[in-house]
């Protein structure tokens, strides 16, 4: 009887720590989204690029597989890892060389191969109907994120776009995304934050709002899914919490 009693109460214990963490995520005004691994696959333009600058200093190129734990945190800090992960010897110099390299190829075929993860347009416009605001908070540099979104035809649907280089402070500093719901005049409390990576993870929380993770996402840390208010495989449960 003492065992069923105290299985009753376990159950009881998770059901309402679920239901405070899904009460927590319900309704909110604004939706701010991570770029890169949460709204566009652009892992194959990245290794494009990045194998031409390779190419370009005559070092080995690299796989799709290997981007995974190389974006997230802007181009310097991605050309940086791949200096790091392919063993090139590399200084600010260097660094600022292979940028300008990657940058140059990148700008213009940003959108060869990159393209809207499943369901992600269907669902902007839906949230659009619920006239909720939609904002982008990424480590991109602002001026590439909305030459990407504008050539993927979705630009128009967010209402401020936040790129790495718009504040002193990128991610996973929650300065971004505060300034964001200023802009917008919506407190972060009726805000939330879309991405896939430990950088959205920190800065959402931080900024005091709940976060979901992409599983879909670039990030190969898993145990940050455990940290996230929600993780989900696919772009359309974003409509369950309207």
Avoid: W
């Avoid at 652009?42 to 031409?52: E, R």
């Avoid at 140059?104 to 909720?132: A, G, P």
């Avoid at 605001?133 to 030459?147: F, Q």
């Avoid at 776009?161 to 500093?173: E, F, I, R, T, V």
């Amino acid at each position: 009887m003492k065992n069923n009693e105290y299985k009753n109460k376990s159950i009881v214990k998770i059901y309402f720590k679920d239901l405070r963490i899904n009460m927590d995520l319900y309704n909110k005004k604004l939706f701010i989204f991570d770029l890169d691994g949460t709204l566009v696959d652009t892992a194959p333009d990245f290794k494009n690029s990045l194998n031409y600058m390779l190419s370009e200093i005559n070092e080995e190129t690299i796989e799709l597989d290997e981007i995974r734990n190389l974006v997230g945190y802007g181009a310097r800090e991605l050309i940086r890892r791949t200096a790091v992960s392919k063993g090139i010897e590399h200084d600010e110099k260097k660094i600022n060389d292979m940028l300008k390299i990657f940058l140059l190829h990148y700008t213009h075929n940003i959108d060869d191969d990159s393209v809207l993860f499943e369901n992600v347009e269907d669902v902007l416009l839906y949230l659009k109907e619920k006239n909720i605001k939609l904002a982008v908070c990424t480590n991109k540099m602002e001026k590439l994120s909305n030459l990407l979104l504008d050539k993927l035809d979705v630009l128009h649907l967010f209402d401020f776009l936040a790129g790495g280089d718009s504040y002193q402070k990128s991610k996973p500093d929650p300065f971004p995304l505060i300034q964001i719901c200023e802009k917008l005049n919506i407190s972060t409390s009726e805000s939330i934050m879309v991405g896939d990576s430990i950088t959205d993870l920190k800065s959402g929380h931080s900024a005091g709002m709940p976060v979901v993770l992409m599983e879909y996402g670039y990030t190969e840390n898993t145990e940050i899914y455990n940290e996230a208010d929600l993780v989900i495989n696919n772009f359309s449960k974003l409509k369950e919490l309207i």
